[in-house]
C-alpha cells in the first residue's frame, strides 16, 4: 500500500515537472535569437499540393542567412521533390550559397483518413521524427499545416524540453483558412513561438497570433 | 474559340470532371476519371493526370475552372485569369469553402459546387470580377529577421 503510494506519488511529481519544464520552454521563444550567431538552419515541411507551393513562397523571401534549410516531405509526397529542386536550384543561379538536403517520414495522415488511425500514423511519424530532428539540430522549424508537421514540432520541442537545443516552432497557417484553423494549427497554436494567420478573422480569433496581411 | 482549363490540382474530383462540358483541357490529378478526347462530341478536349506546370494552360485560357486549391487558385488569380472555383463538397471539414467565399466576397472570383456549376456557367458576369493583388512574403520575412536577431 505504502509502495503504491510512493509509486503515486513519485508519478504525480514527475509530470508537475515535465509540465512546468514544458511552460518554461515555450515561453523562452523570444529570448532565443539565432541569428545573433550566424547561420540559421532551417528545417522545412513540405506538404501535398498547396502546402508546398505555399510554403516555398515564403523561403523565396528569406535571405542567404537561412541556411542550411533541410525540407522534410512524406514518402507518399510525389510532386514536392521536384517543386523543391526546382526552387533551390534557381537560387543557385541568383549566386545564393547555402546547402539544402530533403528528407522522407512516414505521412502523418492521408486527406479523408478518419480521425482514430490518424493518431495512429501520426504516433509512427513521430518515430522516425524524432531521431531526424535530433540528427539535424535545426535553429528553427517552418511549417504551415500539412500533418507532417506536427510530429516535427513535437520532436523539436522536445529537444528543447531535455534541454539539448532551443529549436523555434514558426507556424504560418495557409492562406485557405479563413475563419478557422487547421487540425494542426489547433494544435500548434499553443506551443508555437511565432503563429501567423492571413486574414484578420482569425487573429481576433486567435490573440497570440501574428497577423501581416497576406504573405504568400 | 474560347479556352477554358479546368484543374483539380493533386486532389480526386471526380464529381467536376464528371459535370465538366464547355470546350476545354482538362487536368485530372488523382481521380479515377481520366476522360478520352473523343469522350465529347461537341468540343475539343484534352485531359491529362499530372503535369511540370499547369502555367501555360493558365495562360492560354480564357477561363480557368478550379478546385478551391491554394495553389490552383493563387496561381491562377497571380496570372490575372477569370477563375470560377467548384468547392468539392464532399471533402471532411470543408475548409476550402472558406477561402472560395472570403474571395468571393471580394470579388476576385466566382464559386459553385458541383451540383450548380451548370447554372453559373449559364448566368455568370466575368466582368464583375477584380484583380487579385499579390501576397507580400518580404513582410513575413522581415519579421523574422528582427525577431531572430539575423544580421
Given at each position: 500500500?505504502?509502495?503504491?503510494?510512493?509509486?503515486?506519488?513519485?508519478?504525480?511529481?514527475?509530470?508537475?515537472?515535465?509540465?512546468?519544464?514544458?511552460?518554461?520552454?515555450?515561453?523562452?521563444?523570444?529570448?532565443?535569437?539565432?541569428g545573433?550567431?550566424?547561420p540559421v538552419?532551417v528545417?522545412?515541411?513540405?506538404?501535398?499540393?498547396?502546402?508546398?507551393?505555399?510554403?516555398?513562397?515564403l523561403m523565396e523571401s528569406l535571405s542567404q542567412s537561412y541556411s542550411?534549410r533541410?525540407?522534410?516531405?512524406?514518402?507518399?509526397?510525389?510532386?514536392?521533390?521536384?517543386?523543391?529542386?526546382?526552387?533551390?536550384?534557381?537560387k543557385?543561379?541568383t549566386g545564393s550559397k547555402g546547402?539544402?538536403?530533403?528528407?522522407?517520414?512516414?505521412?502523418?495522415?492521408?486527406?479523408?483518413?478518419?480521425?482514430?488511425?490518424?493518431?495512429?500514423?501520426?504516433?509512427?511519424?513521430?518515430?522516425?521524427?524524432?531521431?531526424?530532428?535530433?540528427?539535424?539540430?535545426?535553429?528553427?522549424?517552418?511549417?504551415?499545416?500539412?500533418?507532417?508537421?506536427?510530429?516535427?514540432?513535437?520532436?523539436?520541442?522536445?529537444?528543447?524540453?531535455?534541454?539539448?537545443?532551443?529549436?523555434?516552432?514558426?507556424?504560418?497557417?495557409?492562406?485557405?483558412?479563413?475563419?478557422?484553423?487547421?487540425?494542426?494549427?489547433?494544435?500548434?497554436?499553443?506551443?508555437?513561438?511565432?503563429?501567423?494567420?492571413?486574414?484578420?478573422?482569425?487573429?481576433?480569433?486567435?490573440?497570440?497570433?501574428?497577423?501581416?496581411?497576406?504573405?504568400? | 474559340?474560347?479556352?477554358?482549363?479546368?484543374?483539380?490540382?493533386?486532389?480526386?474530383?471526380?464529381?467536376?470532371?464528371?459535370?465538366?462540358?464547355?470546350?476545354?483541357?482538362?487536368?485530372?490529378?488523382?481521380?479515377?476519371?481520366?476522360?478520352?478526347?473523343?469522350?465529347?462530341?461537341?468540343?475539343?478536349?484534352?485531359?491529362?493526370?499530372?503535369?511540370?506546370?499547369?502555367?501555360?494552360?493558365?495562360?492560354?485560357?480564357?477561363?480557368?475552372?478550379?478546385?478551391?486549391?491554394?495553389?490552383?487558385?493563387?496561381?491562377?488569380?497571380?496570372?490575372?485569369?477569370?477563375?470560377?472555383?467548384?468547392?468539392?463538397?464532399?471533402?471532411?471539414?470543408?475548409?476550402?469553402?472558406?477561402?472560395?467565399?472570403?474571395?468571393?466576397?471580394?470579388?476576385?472570383?466566382?464559386?459553385?459546387?458541383?451540383?450548380?456549376?451548370?447554372?453559373?456557367?449559364?448566368?455568370?458576369?466575368?466582368?464583375?470580377?477584380?484583380?487579385?493583388?499579390?501576397?507580400?512574403p518580404k513582410?513575413f520575412a522581415n519579421?523574422l529577421d528582427?525577431?531572430l536577431?539575423v544580421q
Amino acid at each position: 500500500m505504502a509502495v503504491l503510494l510512493g509509486l503515486f506519488t513519485g508519478l504525480c511529481f514527475t509530470v508537475i515537472c515535465v509540465i512546468v519544464r514544458l511552460l518554461i520552454v515555450i515561453r523562452s521563444g523570444s529570448k532565443c535569437k539565432p541569428g545573433e550567431k550566424g547561420p540559421v538552419c532551417v528545417l522545412i515541411v513540405a506538404g501535398s499540393g498547396g502546402h508546398t507551393t505555399e510554403i516555398l513562397r515564403l523561403m523565396e523571401s528569406l535571405s542567404q542567412s537561412y541556411s542550411p534549410r533541410h525540407y522534410i516531405i512524406a514518402d507518399t509526397d510525389k510532386m514536392s521533390e521536384d517543386k523543391i529542386r526546382t526552387f533551390e536550384n534557381s537560387k543557385k543561379d541568383t549566386g545564393s550559397k547555402g546547402q539544402f538536403t530533403i528528407q522522407r517520414i512516414p505521412r502523418s495522415r492521408e486527406v479523408r483518413q478518419s480521425w482514430s488511425s490518424s493518431v495512429i500514423s501520426t504516433l509512427n511519424a513521430l518515430l522516425y521524427a524524432v531521431p531526424l530532428v535530433f540528427r539535424l539540430r535545426p535553429d528553427m522549424v517552418l511549417c504551415n499545416g500539412p500533418g507532417t508537421c506536427v510530429p516535427l514540432c513535437a520532436a523539436g520541442l522536445l529537444l528543447g524540453l531535455l534541454g539539448l537545443k532551443r529549436v523555434l516552432l514558426v507556424y504560418v497557417e495557409s492562406i485557405c483558412r479563413v475563419e478557422s484553423l487547421s487540425l494542426s494549427g489547433k494544435i500548434l497554436y499553443h506551443i508555437s513561438d511565432y503563429f501567423f494567420v492571413q486574414w484578420s478573422t482569425l487573429k481576433d480569433k486567435y490573440p497570440k497570433s501574428i497577423y501581416l496581411g497576406r504573405i504568400v | 474559340m474560347k479556352r477554358v482549363f479546368v484543374t483539380v490540382g493533386t486532389t480526386s474530383f471526380d464529381d467536376l470532371i464528371e459535370r465538366v462540358t464547355s470546350p476545354e483541357a482538362v487536368q485530372v490529378g488523382q481521380g479515377s476519371i481520366l476522360p478520352d478526347s473523343d469522350s465529347c462530341h461537341e468540343l475539343t478536349l484534352e485531359a491529362f493526370r499530372f503535369k511540370d506546370s499547369i502555367a501555360e494552360n493558365i495562360k492560354c485560357a480564357d477561363l480557368v475552372i478550379s478546385h478551391a486549391g491554394a495553389g490552383s487558385c493563387l496561381e491562377t488569380l497571380g496570372a490575372d485569369k477569370p477563375l470560377l472555383v467548384v468547392v468539392n463538397d464532399k471533402l471532411m471539414d470543408n475548409h476550402q469553402l472558406e477561402l472560395a467565399r472570403q474571395l468571393h466576397q471580394d470579388s476576385h472570383l466566382l464559386y459553385c459546387t458541383p451540383s450548380t456549376l451548370t447554372e453559373t456557367l449559364k448566368t455568370m458576369d466575368l466582368a464583375v470580377l477584380s484583380s487579385f493583388l499579390p501576397g507580400q512574403p518580404k513582410h513575413f520575412a522581415n519579421f523574422l529577421d528582427r525577431a531572430l536577431g539575423v544580421q
